[in-house]
Nanobody, 122 residues
Framework: QVQLVESGGGLVQAGGSLRLSCVSS????????MGWFRQAPGKEREFVAA????????YYGDSVKGRFTISRDNAMNTVSLQMNNLKPEDTAVYYC???????????????WGQGTQVTVSS
């Protein structure tokens, strides 16, 4: 059974930092693009970041560019999202995703984690 399990969410003050991790099991994603998405209450799921299999190329949503950094460790089956200078509008459930069906920025991936809550207080 393929699983993606996120961790690292929590409550943080504006300006603070959090690091999310996503560990995969049941299947290797070392050859796949991995992504992070988020969904705030009442809003559609939003692309946050993606990374190619080698880590050579990374992509970010406009709202997080310059503040978030995606990375991966294929030997550890882990994808991470370092989030700095967090803002209240970053509050959402964050999802890890593996193997996009189409473009990396579309929320159409074969595999999804259960999500981790990030709450940023003002």
């Amino acid at each position: 059974q393929v699983q993606l399990v996120e961790s690292g969410g929590g409550l943080v003050q504006a300006g603070g930092s959090l690091r999310l991790s996503c560990v995969s099991s049941g299947r290797t994603f070392s050859a796949d693009v991995m992504g992070w998405f988020r969904q705030a209450p009442g809003k559609e799921r939003e692309f946050v970041a993606a990374i190619t299999w080698s880590g050579t190329y990374t992509y970010y949503g406009d709202s997080v560019k310059g503040r978030f950094t995606i990375s991966r460790d294929n030997a550890m089956n882990t994808v991470s999202l370092q989030m700095n200078n967090l803002k209240p509008e970053d509050t959402a459930v964050y999802y890890c995703a593996g193997q996009p069906i189409g473009s990396y920025y579309r929320d159409e991936y074969h595999y999804w984690g259960q999500g981790t809550q990030v709450t940023v207080s003002s």
